[in-house]
């Protein structure tokens, strides 16, 4: 839920609580007055009919009119006493709500009850107009304040979503710093001052990052170079000892898998970095196949079985180079511990990339394969970092990469 919703919502019952506090209270004070109203116009009649016997020694002539009615009664013990009821109405053909208050009265040598009778009809329409008012405004009040909490509220955060936004379009492979657009809130603008020099400060990093990548890339690849070609001509010279070659050769495999190890972790840097920028929509089908008549010699020398069932092909928006160093890196793990003789499958259904070969169990968790330099136990070799550079494009890309180990058989699968 947005901000803004949850702060309206908030807002809303807040509001809202406060005017049906407001209204019951309201409607209880309005009908505490009109009850108070009534009974005391009853208690002045009470005293006008007392006043009139004190004055004229007998009864005052039965009265009734609307629904009001006095009567009087002869009775040896009469009592005061004041409740409601509901008697049936002369006037309307319906039960209605009455107030009855009784009192003693002596008159002509004899005790009355007089009994004064009088509808509560009038209080109920009114407080059921009332209660009606008061809902009807509270209904409309608390829309007008939701809408005008709403409109407010927008132009308030206004400044909060345009930096949202230009943070959404931030850049770092642009020469150019990102730069927040000032606001008039002194919140908002401590907020765009703070990440205008935290971008920037990502910026220059990224850009140092991108740079002694590319001045990585020359300046170490360049003498591991020149040290293999110095070893190649020593070995072609013919004029050491068979232990002597034995060493150089030992020299020339260590720097070449030191320059193949140099141009891996420049690979991982790069991908890490985001520095490979340009896409494009790639077939999977077409990659694989490539793959496959480019190392058939490979496959021919150690009798492979290259079993590839393309099914329905997938095409995936990433940078080409990426994309070949993903598909070769996967076939050249099922190559390298692969067993000779056997068959390397490869399944292409909907978006799913699914590669299974036969090999020993790992001596390593399965959950570290695609870690950086993971040793297996009892051997000082790591697997390398082709399935970590894999694990890092699945990253960037949003591709999810899984791997099992069952009866025999690795199984590696991409889902794009």
Not at 93 to 119: C, H, K, N, W
Request: net charge negative; proline share 3%.
């Amino acid at each position: 839920m947005k901000l803004l919703a949850k702060t309206s919502a908030a807002y809303g019952l807040i509001t809202f609580l406060m005017f049906l506090i407001s209204g019951i209270v309201c409607y209880s004070l309005i009908s505490r007055l009109l009850n108070a109203e009534i009974n005391e116009s009853l208690e002045i009649e009470k005293n006008l009919i007392i006043e009139f016997i004190q004055l004229h020694g007998s009864l005052p002539e039965t009265v009734s009119w609307s629904d009001k009615k006095v009567v009087f009664l002869a009775a040896n013990e009469p009592t005061q006493f004041s409740h409601d009821t509901f008697l049936e109405s002369p006037l309307k053909d319906e039960y209605l709500p009455y107030r009855y208050v009784g009192f003693p009265v002596f008159a002509s040598g004899q005790m009355y009850q007089a009994i004064l009778q009088t509808p509560l009809i009038e209080k109920d329409d009114l407080l059921e107009t009332i209660g009606l008012s008061l809902l009807i405004f509270m209904v409309c009040l608390l829309i007008s304040l939701l809408f005008l909490n709403g409109w407010f509220s927008k132009r308030i955060w206004r400044p909060f979503y345009q930096i949202l936004s230009q943070l959404r379009g931030m850049d770092f492979t642009s020469d150019q710093p990102v730069q927040v657009s000032p606001t008039t809130t002194d919140e908002f603008q401590q907020l765009s001052v703070e990440i205008t020099k935290m971008t920037n400060r990502l910026h220059t990093q990224y850009q140092h990052a991108k740079k002694f990548s590319e001045n990585a890339s020359h300046e170490l690849k360049t003498p591991i170079t020149i040290i293999r070609n110095k070893l190649e001509l020593l070995i072609q010279s013919g004029t050491f000892a068979h232990d002597q070659i034995l060493l150089i050769n030992d020299a020339y495999t260590a720097s070449s898998r030191i320059l193949k190890l140099t141009g891996s972790l420049l690979i991982l840097s790069k991908i890490e970095n985001r520095l490979y920028t340009q896409t494009e929509n790639i077939s999977i089908r077409s990659l694989i196949e490539n793959f496959i008549i480019s190392l058939h010699d490979v496959w021919e020398s150690r009798h492979f079985q290259i079993v590839f069932l393309p099914g329905e092909d997938i095409i995936i928006n990433v940078n080409r180079y990426l994309g070949e160093i993903l598909i070769s890196n996967i076939l050249g793990n099922a190559i390298k511990h692969g067993h000779d003789h056997t068959v390397v499958e490869i399944k292409l259904h909907k978006h799913l990339l699914w590669i299974q070969n036969r090999g020993d169990i790992l001596s390593l968790n399965p959950d570290q394969l695609f870690n950086r330099f993971v040793k297996a136990s009892g051997t000082s070799e790591s697997p390398g970092l082709g399935l970590s550079i894999v694990r890092e494009i699945c990253i960037m890309y949003g591709f999810e990469i899984s791997y099992v180990h069952e009866e025999g058989r690795h199984t590696i699968t991409i889902i794009f």
